[in-house]
């Protein structure tokens, strides 16, 4: 069956590449005001500009494996969130993570983030107009006034700096307008979906313009504890931002961004996937719950949390944006950024009725940041950019662990509970520059590199009481971490313009993720190895772009290799386990290098009226190099030969198929209908391998049909997201050394939605 999905899948992208060249990124999409009769006539795909290297540049033109989406196109993808993205983009994994509904699990090319706490960094920066979000948390961001979407494979360790080694995601939203515009939309749909947005946009008057954007997201969830009937994955969000711009003339301009996201939200329910084990300290282990694996998830889990402990976010900040064209030659442009994150989300961990692993997490996240870029163009054949950046970062948080089953005499629980203080700084520097020089005619050389300075202060301390009323201290566990890690970041890139329609590339760039402390260090002996080193990777590409002279046809190429040192992991560890006696010991390890081989294609064509295709195709071969791990000893109690035999998050095979077509109407409006098919194969969940956690091969369907008005003034728009109702895990957690809890999380079942839209 494998063989057969996999050979289906190449089959249908190969044929349809070969009978034309394909690419995601179709720009000709309608804007919020154009009318589906433009859809209708387009014969060719307009051109591409994106900001990859920090600077507005054709796509063809940019020696990056880079896609971009409009937000007409994400609306195409039926994203309501940034994780709409899944099955979009070669080589990305990016969904809802960790039993967190703000939180976002991002890998590209097989490098991100191996766990959801706070104190651990990204391996895929996030952008939102430049200014980098440095957690997980609160990086769900929904779609509401998005003018383009990029996502950037490979180290952006020059341009971006640290925490891009796999790659960056930049969230471009709409400026202000010279004219006024606006648009406002309703949704609803199954699972008590209701949605409303607005856009409002335009001159103050001077050079002062102004837009104001919001959004109301409410569902009522897809997961059901059966013993309450309460819904649980369920979705609250209201959110807000405003832009206020002046521009004066064509050598300055200046815009402020204000916005804000509340979310309140019950718990994100998955489902145990291994025998859930209560340690008798009279009678032994003593198996709690049993899976049956044999049986498909019904969306129904089970909590020992009561319905009022859900999972509460605010997320605000403020951006002031400012360019001043110094001369003919030279730009300065800067950055400034203050954000603040205040979180606090119950978890149940083991998805059960029992206390095993239960927890609530409370954090303040705050950051400010400043960059600095003076750019160059002599209108030629030179181009470069020199920057500096600043950022700080504070992230105090309060956990609590309640494990009141975990622990039992003579058959009788015994209370538990685990607090944890602790308070991370950081303080990032780095100053970088960058070239694009054209040295001969048709031929390109890009240089660049960047040094990064990450310094990190961590304190923690953990108490441990123990039964009735929770009465006993058991012990007090505190430790405190400083340290300053230093990198360079370079890239080279040498591109060939061989005609108008095709350039290829070769290029090799450095990244940089920085150190850290391990925030789950819980005994005395965690804390000795609490500290991890940096990891590093080295990507080597080779790519090619081509549109045709028709500007019907386009297709992106690229292969790479990828060298990734001192990867950290972070696994589980336990004590004794033929008695399964939790041990608490979550280590983080630099613990392996790994080897990557990619390709990815990438390709779109409009051919008669109306009718566009579209392919994303990515294979990768993803493998350890070295794994150091106890476990792999044949003479350790807890040998396992094939507990890392596969890289987490790093399918194979990543492919989608596209098709939309438009037709006119009598009365002047037009008709869209579209569909896409996306497959993956088998996708590993968590570090330490097991097999139920795991999502075999899979294939999601999605429908959509929309109805654009002769004027341009309405929209509806219908659609159907995993029509074939699959049921996929898309995430996991692996905490096996408390109570063996292993929880795999659910893609949403099949859902569909009617909205309607005003534009003025």
């Known amino acids: 069956m494998k063989r057969t999905h996999l050979s289906l899948a190449i089959g249908l992208v190969m044929g349809l590449s ?9 720009a000709d999409s309608a804007t919020a005001n154009d009318t589906g009769a433009q859809r209708a006539e387009a014969k060719q795909l307009e051109a591409v500009t994106v900001s990859a290297r920090r600077r507005d540049e054709s796509l063809e033109k940019v020696p990056v494996a880079v896609s971009a989406f409009t937000g007409e196109d994400m609306k195409d993808l039926q994203a309501n969130a940034i994780d709409g993205l899944q099955g979009a983009v070669p080589n990305m994994n990016i969904v809802q993570g960790r039993g967190s509904s703000s939180a976002v699990n991002i890998f590209i090319r097989g490098i991100g983030q191996p766990d959801a706490l706070q104190t651990f960094d990204p391996g895929v920066g996030m952008y939102v107009d430049d200014v980098y979000y440095s957690r997980i948390q609160g990086a769900l961001i929904s779609l ?21 080694t796999g790659g960056a995601v930049k969230i471009v939203t709409k400026n202000p307008t010279d004219t006024p515009e606006g648009s406002v939309e309703a949704t609803f749909g199954n699972y008590g979906r209701r949605e409303g947005k607005f856009y409002v946009s335009g001159p103050l008057g001077g050079a002062w313009s102004a837009s104001l954007a919001g959004a109301a997201i409410k569902t009522d969830g897809y997961v059901t504890d059966p013993s309450t009937g309460h819904k649980y994955n369920d979705e609250d969000t209201k959110a807000v931002r405003g832009k206020l711009r002046f521009h004066p003339n064509d050598a300055f301009d200046a815009t402020l961004s204000l916005d804000y996201t509340k979310q309140d939200t019950g718990l994100t329910l998955g489902q145990p996937v291994s025998p859930l084990i209560q340690t008798d300290l009279v009678f032994g282990p003593q198996v709690l719950v049993q899976p049956n694996l044999d049986e498909k998830y019904n969306f129904q889990t089970r909590t020992s949390f009561s319905p009022d402990k859900g999972q509460t976010l605010k997320h605000e900040g403020a951006a002031l944006n400012l360019s001043w064209k110094l001369d003919d030659l030279w730009t300065l442009k800067s950055i400034s950024a203050y954000r603040k994150l205040d979180s606090a989300s119950y978890i149940d961990i083991d998805a059960s009725q029992y206390e095993l692993g239960d927890v609530r997490v409370d954090f303040n996240q705050k950051q400010a ?22 950022l700080r970062e504070t992230v105090p948080s309060h956990q609590e662990a309640y494990a009141g089953d975990l622990f039992a005499i003579f058959g009788t629980p015994v209370d538990f509970l685990r607090t944890i203080d602790d308070d991370l700084t950081t303080t990032s520097t780095a100053a970088f520059a960058h070239m694009n020089w054209e040295f001969l005619p048709s031929w390109t050389l890009a240089a660049g590199v960047r040094y990064s300075s990450d310094k990190k202060n961590y304190d923690r301390s953990t108490s441990t009481f123990w039964g009735p009323a929770l009465a006993v201290l058991d012990e007090t566990v505190a430790f405190n971490g400083n340290k300053r890690w230093n990198a360079w970041t370079p890239t080279v890139s040498l591109q060939k313009q061989v005609d108008e329609q095709t350039m290829v590339y070769v290029s090799a760039s450095r990244g940089f993720k920085s150190g850290g402390f391990n925030g789950r260090a819980n005994s005395t002996i965690d804390t000795q190895t609490a500290e ?14 081509w549109r045709s002279a028709d500007n019907r046809l386009q297709a ?21 386990p033929d008695a399964a006696t939790p041990s608490f010991s979550f280590p983080v390890i630099n613990a392996a290098k790994l080897r990557m081989d990619g390709l990815e294609f990438e390709g779109a064509a409009v051919l008669g009226e109306g009718l566009r295709l579209s392919a994303q195709v990515g ?21 396992n030969p094939t507990l890392h035999d596969h890289v987490p998050f790093s399918p194979k095979w990543t492919s989608r198929l596209a098709a939309t077509q438009s037709f006119n109407l009598p009365d002047g409006g037009a008709l869209t209908f579209g569909g896409d098919l996306s497959y993956r194969t088998e996708t590993w969940l968590s570090v330490d391998n097991y097999a139920a956690l795991s999502q075999k091969n899979n294939t999601l369907v999605g429908l959509f049909g929309i109805y654009d008005s002769a004027d341009g003034h309405w929209q509806f728009r219908t659609g159907v997201k995993n029509l074939t109702n699959r049921v996929y895990k898309t995430d996991g ?5 408390v ?12 859902n569909w939605y009617f909205s309607a839209r005003y534009n003025f």
């Open 369 to 390: 940041s400043q960059e600095l870029q003076l750019q160059y163009d002599n209108g030629s054949n030179l181009q470069a950019v020199y920057g500096l950046y600043y």
């Open 18 to 26: 070969c009978s034309a060249a394909l690419h995601a990124q179709q």
């Open 532 to 545: 991890y080193d940096p990891e590093t990777v080295w990507t080597y590409e080779a790519g090619l772009k």
């Open 733 to 737: 957690q692996e905490f096996s050394s």
């Open 739 to 750: 109570g063996n809890i292993r929880t795999a999380y659910y893609g949403m079942p099949r």
């Open 144 to 164: 509401f006034d998005v003018e383009r979407v990029e996502v950037l494979r490979g180290p952006q360790g020059t341009l971006y700096g640290k925490n891009s």
């Open 556 to 576: 992106n190429v690229a292969a790479f290799h990828s060298d990734y040192n001192d990867f950290q992991a972070r696994v589980s560890e336990v004590v004794n």
């Open 619 to 639: 294979y990768l071969k993803a493998r350890y190099g070295r794994f150091d791990d106890a476990r792999l000893d044949p003479t350790n109690p807890q040998y």
